[in-house]
T-cell receptor, first 110, second 115 residues
Framework: GQQLNQSPQSMFIQEGEDVSMNCTSSSIFNTWLWYKQEPGEGPVLLIALYKAGELTSNGRLTAQFGITRKDSFLNISASIPSDVGIYFCAGRGSQGNLIFGKGTKLSVKP | EAQVTQNPRYLITVTGKKLTVTCSQNMNHEYMSWYRQDPGLGLRQIYYSMNVEVTDKGDVPEGYKVSRKEKRNFPLILESPSPNQTSLYFC??????????????FGSGTRLTVV
């Protein structure tokens, strides 16, 4: 089936640093989504991307839909302690369902 | 408040004892889905439903059943739970539109332990 490769698996950064994570696939996706999961909660949608090449921002977060439609990245600028959590990319599969990457666990040192 | 509600939040059960995890959404969404989350494996889809009476298998359907008799409810049934079904389960729902799925809204999760 369709799969997403998300990297890095985990990150330990200092408060104030910028963060970058990405997802790649061997398949084309028509929609890319980025979610954040905090401890004890379900994932919450951060950014949705619908067009190849699209660049979208949500506060300090910026995500791009790769031009080949096989990749996407998420950047977080000037990280703060509340950015801690697991970030998931997701692509809309051929059946209309969402396929998730394995997540990037972000830890921020004050 | 628009939400997806799962119950229970925590459940400890014994091997072989049938159980049902309920999921309900109040957003009139067509799509509903169940995922399990395990360390290092991310979110894996169990079953999904594109509308009432329409369900399909996800990536890891073995040992699970679902039903979609009403638009708002999508229960997950474990007929004979086994320890390898110990996991964190999430229900999610979504509307569809001209540009496709807008993204799932997730419930708060059900942590299931099978002993």
């Amino acid at each position: 089936g369709q799969q997403l490769n998300q990297s890095p698996q985990s990150m330990f950064i200092q408060e104030g640093e910028d963060v970058s994570m990405n997802c790649t696939s061997s398949s084309i996706f028509n929609t890319w989504l980025w979610y954040k999961q905090e401890p004890g909660e379900g994932p919450v949608l951060l950014i949705a991307l619908y067009k190849a090449g699209e660049l979208t921002s949500n506060g300090r977060l910026t995500a791009q839909f790769g031009i080949t439609r096989k990749d996407s990245f998420l950047n977080i600028s000037a990280s703060i302690p509340s950015d801690v959590g697991i970030y998931f990319c997701a692509g809309r599969g051929s059946q209309g369902n969402l396929i998730f990457g394995k997540g990037t666990k972000l830890s921020v040192k004050p | 408040e628009a939400q997806v509600t799962q119950n229970p939040r925590y459940l400890i059960t014994v091997t072989g004892k049938k159980l049902t995890v309920t999921c309900s959404q109040n957003m009139n969404h067509e799509y509903m889905s169940w995922y399990r989350q395990d360390p290092g494996l991310g979110l894996r889809q169990i079953y999904y439903s594109m509308n009432v009476e329409v369900t399909d298998k996800g990536d890891v359907p073995e040992g699970y059943k679902v039903s979609r008799k009403e638009k708002r409810n999508f229960p997950l049934i474990l007929e004979s739970p086994s320890p390898n079904q110990t996991s964190l389960y999430f229900c999610a729902s979504s509307s569809s539109g001209a540009v496709g799925i807008y993204g799932y809204t997730f419930g708060s999760g059900t942590r299931l332990t099978v002993v």
